[in-house]
């Protein structure tokens, strides 16, 4: 051996190659050993002796490489004992095994292991993989640069971005020259890069062939839900919903939308007294009971809880609902078509009254003859009806007249509730700072009872560093909580909105001690729960103090109103 050793040549040893093609060679080696002790343990052979045979190949092939003189042909040599070693073992086995176990060689058996190869390359690298929710398989990523693949990195770049941020919808546009892609988180649009036609014709066809959509049909409208896992966030349930028209398509994912629909009520967000007063209503039978807000401000959540209130099994609890709609366990849920027109929800609701119900839930009041059933049924039958305003004040207006009597209208009515959602702090980066004695003047707030205040950071110190908060990813806000206004009507002021005395009914209420919007609004900030720009933003700058302010709407966005054709629900998430 010192012979041998004798003769290489030193400068052989220095090269940078060479290390690298020994290092590439022991590896090659050491993977087939690791699937040969893997393969040996499943099939229960005789492991360790199959391990020393293995190591025994792995010391001659490093000793091939290291005392040959050439090097190239020490190469050669290692590689073909490593060869050796494996194919002996192949012999050994296959004939101890199942004819369907056994390894073959054949070039379309070496392709396969190279497709799977590849396979198993695209999924570790997928930052975003989907789940088929039936049989819990996970799908195969899209390998390559074609045209799913493309897709699928979309897919990937947008469910990234809104997973992260706790996002409740996706809304992809694709129009006659783009395609407008918006994430709503917390209420809020983040708009995407824009995508060309082609790209997001790609992303809409990728996701229904996952689903099991018909591709074919761009027009109808179809709907699935998909599993979504996203590499440390964890897994998510996704309903898409796709339609078309002669403007383009649109494509709409809502991101665990249940998750918000089994509230307790000290969870909505309601103050405490607020809660009480709102416990001893729903305790009582019969009379309605409004709930008011604008659209998207958490109104379907909010009624699911009112009637999960109620035990569905000692009581007939019966909701009419329109739409995209969820199971609740012990309710009777009567489904319309949406947008059905006025003649036929009077319909389904005679009788669904004529069944003497306890209970229910009505999404909408589409006209005067519907308000005048509602009104009539109310001594028997507990109703919760959804109405499209601002506060409650505006809310009992249109509840009068719509029934036309004001004695009939107040007579059936327990309360109108009227809310709004703000978003939460987040915990982890929010800031501390001392207010301003005048401004909180000017929001009625006592300075000597307000020591601090938070407003959203987004940001964390890291060893004296400011970085991006990791649990809102900048955002400053993480989940939204609703506020409440809560009129509760006693007979002095149903006497007064009788006879018209609104501003009177007002005066009456307030004593009675009922907060207004902003109030409860304000209530949070100084629990440090949203902060004041934040409820400034979710009041339109007005407070809602119950006069009826109004404030602007954002325009919708084309992908917007894909949402709105697709049947978003207006439940959101963390509350309201």
């Known amino acids: 051996m010192t012979h041998t050793l004798a003769q290489a040549d030193p400068v052989a040893y220095m090269s940078v190659l060479k290390p690298i093609v020994f290092l590439a060679v022991m590896i090659g080696w050491g993977w087939l050993a690791t699937r040969i002790d893997k393969d040996a343990a499943y099939f229960h052979l005789p492991r360790i002796w199959i391990n020393v045979v293995s190591i025994i190949v792995g010391g001659a092939a490093a000793a091939a490489m290291l005392m040959l003189p050439l090097f190239i042909l020490g190469v050669l040599v290692a590689v073909a004992v490593v060869a050796a070693g494996f194919l002996s073992y192949v012999l050994y086995r296959n004939p101890k095994v199942a004819p369907d176990a056994r390894w073959t060689w054949s070039v379309s058996s070496v392709m396969h292991v190279a497709r799977e190869y590849e396979q198993a390359r695209a999924q570790r690298k997928a930052s975003v993989t989907l789940i088929d929710p039936a049989t819990e398989n996970v799908m195969a990523v899209p390998k390559g640069d074609g045209a799913e693949a493309q897709a699928h990195g979309t897919l990937e770049d947008v469910m990234s971005f809104a997973l992260a941020r706790g996002a409740e919808r996706v809304d992809v546009a694709v129009e006659k020259e783009r ?46 839900r998909l599993l979504v896992r996203a ?83 000692t009581s007939g609890v019966i909701s009419i609902e329109e739409g995209q709609t969820y199971e609740i366990e012990g309710v009777h849920q009567q489904r319309i078509p949406e947008g059905s027109a006025p003649a036929q929800f009077r319909e389904q609701l005679g009788q669904i009254l004529r069944g003497d119900p306890d209970v229910l839930m009505v999404p909408r009041i589409p006209d005067s003859a519907i308000a005048k059933s509602i009104a009539r049924a109310a001594d028997q039958v507990r109703v919760y009806a959804a109405v499209p305003d601002e506060d409650t004040f505006s809310a009992l207006r249109r509840w009068v007249k ?16 009227a809310q709004r959602l703000v978003r939460r702090l987040c915990p982890t980066c929010r800031s501390a700072y001392k207010p301003d004695p005048a401004a909180l003047k000017k929001l009625n707030l006592a300075p000597e009872r307000v020591g601090q205040l938070y407003m959203a950071s987004g940001k964390v110190m890291v060893k004296d560093e400011p970085k991006t908060c990791p649990d809102c990813a900048g955002i400053g806000y993480r989940g939204r909580i609703g506020v409440f206004e809560l009129m509760v009507l006693d007979d ?22 009922m907060f207004m919007l902003q109030e409860a609004a304000l209530t949070k900030v100084v629990e440090g729960v949203t902060d004041i720009k934040e409820v400034t933003r979710a009041l339109g700058g007005e407070g809602g103090s119950g006069n009826g302010a109004k404030r602007r709407a954002p325009e919708p966005t084309p992908a917007d109103n894909a949402a709105e054709q697709a049947g978003a629900g207006s439940g959101t998430r963390a509350g309201g």
């Open 231 to 313: 590499a440390e966030l964890g897994r998510f349930e996704v309903e898409m919903t796709t339609a078309g028209s002669t403007k383009g398509q649109t494509l709409n994912l809502r991101i665990e939308p249940r998750r918000n629909l089994n509230f307790k009520l000290k969870d909505l967000g309601l103050l405490e007294s607020q809660r009480q007063r709102l416990a001893q209503i729903i305790e009582d039978p019969g009379r309605v009971v409004l709930v008011a807000a604008p659209p998207h401000q958490g109104v379907t959540t909010t009624l699911y809880t009112l009637i999960q209130q109620h035990d569905p099994y």
């Open 492 to 513: 002095t002021a149903r006497s007064h909105i009788a006879s018209g005395q609104l501003e009177q009914a007002r005066g009456h209420l307030r004593k009675q001690k």
């Open 402 to 417: 719509l029934v036309g009597d004001k004695r009939d209208a107040v007579d059936a009515l327990a309360a109108v509730l």
């Open 179 to 224: 395609t407008q892609i918006v994430v709503h988180v917390d209420g809020l649009r983040y708009p995407q890069p824009e995508l060309d036609v082609t790209h997001g014709v790609q992303l809409i066809d990728y996701l229904k062939m996952k689903a099991g959509l018909d591709i074919g049909d761009r027009r109808k409208r179809q709907s699935a």
